[in-house]
């Protein structure tokens, strides 16, 4: 099915199911402890053994010798596979550093050998026996003297109107340098894989992924396989934020293990690998300026970064949202990714945004401070309904001042300090911050298949849930279009087995693989009309009805099963428009005036996302981004030794994820809107925008609170301590 222009008036605009709240269907299953993770699949294949992988203690060099007898001849060991016995295997597109063969190590906790035993307590025992000596070379791992060492950021993203010219006549500017730190996934299921490649052969993998399709052609290109030899499922998924967008070392040493020991292997990355042999986002430096008319109409950007990468990698890019988010003639914006020695960085939860707009939004507010304007205001002022760079593109649909003007309203802003410092509460120090969200509302093709078996309809796609609601929202549409109800559907996804999807990240997911269940429905109903010669049916009710028919869906294949397959190909008309979701959000905090403890008190998002698919997953979506939001702001930072180049901090008591104590209330309204030319379906994704901009709202509300503007994330207690007002400085001393 081709999606050539926008959708015109259709099934979903009179929906009975679709954009109605919808308790997730696979939540029995969580909630009971039996939905199916990846190391869990103990039912898959007999007789599992369990890899375990030992890691280079070195971030750059090279492996002299390697020991592994004493290894084999420990109790309960099957096999072990050292990088010095295989070539390097080659790399897929998306991995920057490769994930195991040869002697050269780029990184710290890079995989280096893998030990096979019956169980998980003989394979790490008998890892710690391998011995390893290396020739380590000087890395480089610092990203504050590689940003001072550098003469520009690179040559500019976009460079449009006279940037310079602007600031030299501009009544009021702003020029600031801003500092986000590198962050984790964290997620709470590590990433894990059983595979079954005992004979060399068909290689079976039970993985944590979230694009089956990338994971499958990655394997191939890794062992140099013919891609239809190798099957991959991965049907529940405890957590990805992008870190399981790509194939990662867990797979490539359970297959690894299998092919040595000739049975299935199941490995689990330790929670100190999840940091530093998986990805992470990288830590951002930021130049930002900003000028404006006595009117405070914006008239130039001047936005530059730094983020560190690995040789080949493309870092954390934080400047794009500049080049759209707000009005004014002039922009300029560069970013310059800067080649270090630290562990791999790439995709995490609105990648380029959450950093971003950490930073824009704190300029925001502190331009409007300059201009004595409300914040919100402010960002109404600088509206803008067409691409700043292209005034010819116009957003397909952009409703971002009624989120401003309805977020206002909602959580009383009217009722903020009017100047920092002014409201307390005992030893506490009241502060309210807003900031802007955006986000690119992308989409892929994704295909379906559906059969239909006496009147229920199983649907099949290689998309995957990672906890957004996946398998509810695709029951929903399927539900929907063929007019049975929500228990008449069954949903099997993440399975290679199935038509290739979208896959989940990016927030292209939810629009682009349910449009492509819808596209696999419409060709059931045309095969449907075929079979009974009619034109045009209508499917309500779970009746197909026409002009002299009036017939059960039950029974229009006699006991036969009917199967159909599609795919959602999106046209390039959308090349024509910017299509893109937009939110605001208000945070209360307090600011303790003695100790500059932060703490969030209640959190408002209003989305514009179009049309929302399912109010209690979308909602589930963006408190989820909002948490990781609040975590970015105050209390995640991977602490690098720039000694040793790894990230000191790499388990879940140092590094300091937000968790239910501290969140006592959060609120998310969507507006009602539908974007026509997103998808037939006119929704657009909504699980990146929620952490957009929460981080600058809170340091907004700090600053509100106490005076004390942070530029360097996390906001903890020790940046701003030196710097509160005099009652909380005086108490301490």
Request: glycine share 10%; proline share 4%; net charge negative.
């Amino acid at each position: 099915m081709d999606f050539n222009q926008s959708a015109e008036d259709n099934l979903f605009d009179r929906a009975r199911i679709i954009g109605k709240p919808h308790v997730r269907i696979d939540g029995t299953l969580k909630v009971m402890g039996c939905a199916p993770y990846a190391y869990e699949r103990h039912d898959v294949a007999a007789d599992q053994l369990v890899g375990y992988p030992l890691c280079a203690t070195i971030a750059k060099g090279r492996i002299t010798h390697m020991d592994a007898s004493a290894a084999r001849a420990a109790p309960g060991v099957v096999s072990v596979v050292t990088t010095l016995e295989i070539e390097p295997l080659d790399r897929s597109e998306n991995n920057v550093a490769r994930l195991f063969g040869g002697d050269k190590i780029a990184h710290y906790h890079q995989a280096i050998a893998v030990v096979v035993a019956e169980t998980l307590e003989q394979a790490r025992s008998a890892a710690a026996l391998i011995d390893v000596s290396y020739q380590q070379e000087q890395g480089i791992f610092d990203l504050e003297a590689a940003w001072e060492k550098l003469d520009n950021t690179g040559e500019p993203l976009s460079d449009v109107g006279d940037v310079d010219a602007a600031f030299q006549t501009a009544a009021f500017t702003l020029d600031e340098v801003y500092r986000t730190a590198s962050q984790s996934h964290a997620m709470m299921e590590p990433h894990a894989s059983i595979v079954d490649w005992s004979d060399g052969g068909q290689m079976t993998v039970w993985t944590s992924n979230q694009m089956i399709e990338m994971n499958k052609q990655a394997l191939a290109t890794s062992f140099n396989l013919d891609p239809d030899t190798i099957r991959v499922e991965s049907p529940y998924i405890g957590g990805g934020f992008g870190g399981k967008l790509w194939l990662r070392a867990d797979a490539v040493l359970a297959a690894l293990g299998s092919r040595a020991s000739g049975r299935p292997v199941k490995l689990a990355l330790p929670r100190p690998l999840v940091f530093n042999n998986a990805t992470h986002r990288s830590g951002t430096i930021q130049r930002l300026r900003i000028a404006a008319d006595a009117q405070g109409k914006i008239i130039a950007f001047d936005h530059a970064a730094v983020s560190h990468t690995l040789p080949g990698g493309s870092g954390e890019n934080p400047v794009n949202q500049t080049r759209t988010f707000y009005a004014g003639a002039s922009r300029r914006v560069a970013h310059q990714p800067v080649e270090m020695d630290l562990p791999e960085s790439a995709d995490m939860r609105a990648p380029g945004e959450a950093s971003g707009l950490a930073v824009l939004e704190i300029a925001m507010d502190e331009m409007a401070q300059k201009l004595e304007m409300d914040p919100v205001e402010f960002r109404v002022l600088n509206d803008t309904q067409v691409d700043p760079e292209d005034p010819s593109k116009p957003f397909s649909d952009r409703h971002y001042v009624e989120c401003l003007r309805q977020g206002a309203a909602a959580f009383g802003w009217e009722a903020r300090n009017r100047s920092p410092g002014e409201k307390r509460e005992g030893e506490w120090l009241i502060g309210y911050g807003m900031a802007g969200a955006y986000r690119g509302a992308p989409t892929l093709d994704s295909g379906a298949r559906v059969r239909l078996q006496d009147g229920r309809l199983i649907v099949e796609t290689d998309m995957t849930d990672i906890g957004t609601g996946s398998y509810t929202i695709l029951a929903q549409t399927a539900a929907e279009t063929m007019g049975i109800e929500l228990d008449a559907v069954e949903v099997r996804l993440g399975n290679s087995a199935y038509p290739i999807s979208s896959g989940s990240g990016g927030q292209f997911g939810a629009t682009s693989s349910t449009a492509g269940v819808y596209a696999a429905c419409l060709a059931l109903q045309e095969q449907i009309a075929k079979r009974l010669g009619v034109e045009k049916p209508r499917f309500e009710n779970s009746r197909v009805l026409a002009v002299d028919t009036d017939l059960a869906l039950a029974d229009v294949a006699n006991g036969e099963e009917l199967v159909a397959e599609d795919t959602i190909h999106f046209g390039d008309f959308k090349d024509d428009m910017q299509i893109g979701t937009f939110g605001a959000h208000f945070i209360e905090v307090g600011v303790h005036a003695y100790t500059g403890e932060t703490r969030v008190r209640r959190m408002l998002a209003v989305c514009d996302a179009g049309r929302i698919l399912n109010p209690i997953t979308a909602r589930s979506q963006v408190l989820g981004g909002m948490t990781m939001g609040v975590g970015a702001a105050l209390s995640e930072g991977l602490t690098v030794d720039l000694e040793r180049g790894f990230f000191v901090n790499h388990d879940l008591a140092s590094y300091e994820v937000a968790v239910h104590a501290d969140i006592p209330e959060q609120e998310v309204m969507f507006l009602d809107t539908t974007d026509a030319a997103s998808s037939p379906l006119k929704a657009k994704g909504v699980g990146e925008l929620g952490i957009c901009g929460v981080a600058a709202a809170i340091a907004n509300a700090v600053y509100n609170a106490t005076g004390v503007r942070v530029r360097e994330y996390p906001i903890t207690l020790d940046r701003m301590i030196d710097q509160l007002p005099e009652a909380g400085r005086s108490a301490i001393l």
